[in-house]
């Protein structure tokens, strides 16, 4: 019948690529699968196979120099659409997770100087702790349902942006090697015409996606981590407002290349991430491994750091009244959210292996401390989150049914 109304079948799949923090849950396992095949018979296979070159990088560098960058691509889009156009657009929007974000990297990094400042070697970690993993978090956030205010959701996912945009200029000025100028003159010609092509209207994606791959192999030659080209590209992808309306176009190249990057990366590039990192072999390790310092620092400044800087100083701004409380929540749930802020599993994983290069034993350690951490972090807030009231929309739906 013509004008009859096709009904699509439900899709199980759909909804689970639909769901925002199912990647969070598909990470999960990937670490838990890297942290069983480093233990196992296959664990020769699984380090022989990272340390294989194809070309001129091993496949581990692959994974983090150039399958990474990709990642960074996409989160420096989300950060550019969310602080033009999206949930960071305005200055009252960016105070509590701007504020809370700070915190979030100051603390933990306050406390891992505190039991590291003896050993020049390992006070190089110190960025190690500032980092909160979105996709982790926000996966434990999804396994608790209508139990967590939909106003912390939010603003958990602007606190994350924050805190990714810090990692990248942690990472940028903190974590750079010897410097090779020729490569960052290529580089800067390349950035340069990227945002030529930007200021002339260039609407089409694919000169900015060429122009990106040359500056990922400049970057990558001039001792600055190549993540950092991904980021680079991403602020020269335009973004065209709707004239007269709120929100991007559809037909934003910025909005394009989002959409097309929105199931790749959560799904593909942070799993096989997250499976070539989390690997660390527990053999020979006792409980003392995790009162080594390193081990220490990066746990305690996830556990204890995140929650004391993301809830202290959110809590400070609050009271002071420069912002209100996230809409139907209590302190109850902001504390719950905090504890799910030390799960900084992606970022704080990419961060040690750039702080420890060449010293396996140092990266099995800060994996040892990233693993406990997070966990303990993501029990500890589900925990929180579990006995904390219901918000009053979700308890009165749950009365009326």
């Not at 949930?87 to 915190?103: D, E, H, M």
């Not at 190089?124 to 982790?136: M, Y």
């Not at 009271?319 to 109850?332: I, Q, Y």
Request: charged share 10%.
């Amino acid at each position: 019948m013509a004008g009859r109304l096709r009904i699509r079948p439900f899709s199980m799949f759909r909804a689970f690529l639909d769901n925002q923090a199912s990647g969070g849950i598909v990470l999960m396992f990937a670490a838990a699968a890297a942290l069983v095949v480093a233990n196992s018979p296959l664990s020769a296979s699984y380090f022989g196979a990272l340390a294989t070159h194809l070309g001129p990088l091993s496949v581990a560098h692959w994974i983090n120099d150039a399958l990474m960058a990709v990642f960074f691509l996409f989160v420096g889009l989300e950060i550019k659409r969310e602080m033009l156009d999206g949930q960071l657009a305005t200055w009252p929007r960016r105070i509590l997770p701007g504020v809370a974000a700070l915190g979030g990297m100051i603390v933990p990094a306050l406390i891992y100087a505190a039991l590291n400042h003896n050993n020049p070697a390992t006070m190089r970690g110190w960025a190690i702790p500032t980092a909160t993993d979105i996709a982790f978090a926000l996966g434990v956030l999804s396994l608790l349902g209508n139990r967590v205010p939909a106003a912390l959701k939010v603003f958990l996912t602007a606190l994350a942006i924050i805190d990714d945009l810090g990692a990248v200029i942690i990472i940028a000025l903190f974590y750079t090697a010897q410097m090779s100028l020729p490569a960052l003159g290529g580089a800067a010609l390349t950035l340069a015409a990227l945002v030529l092509l930007n200021r002339r209207g260039v609407l089409i994606l694919w000169p900015y996606l060429l122009l990106g791959v040359v500056l990922w192999i400049f970057v990558l030659k001039s001792g600055v981590h190549a993540t950092i080209a991904g980021v680079l590209l991403a602020l020269t992808i335009p973004l065209r407002r709707s004239p007269g309306l709120r929100g991007d176009l559809p037909a934003s190249p910025l909005h394009r290349l989002e959409h097309a990057l929105h199931y790749v990366t959560p799904f593909v590039i942070i799993p096989v991430f997250g499976f070539a990192n989390a690997g660390v072999s527990l053999a020979g390790m006792t409980l003392r491994n995790l009162w080594d310092p390193l081990t220490l620092g990066v746990a305690s400044g996830l556990l204890v750091g995140k929650l004391a800087g993301v809830f202290g100083f959110a809590w400070a701004t609050i009271r002071l009244g420069f912002v209100e409380m996230p809409a139907n929540s209590r302190w109850s749930h902001l504390f719950g959210v905090a504890l799910l802020c030390g799960v900084g599993f992606t970022m704080s994983l990419f961060i040690g292996l750039l702080a420890f290069e060449g010293h396996p034993d140092l990266q099995n350690e800060v994996k040892l401390g990233i693993i406990v951490g997070s966990v303990l972090a993501a029990l500890a807030g589900a925990l929180a989150l579990r006995l904390s009231p219901m918000p009053a929309p979700q308890l009165a739906e749950a009365q009326s049914a």
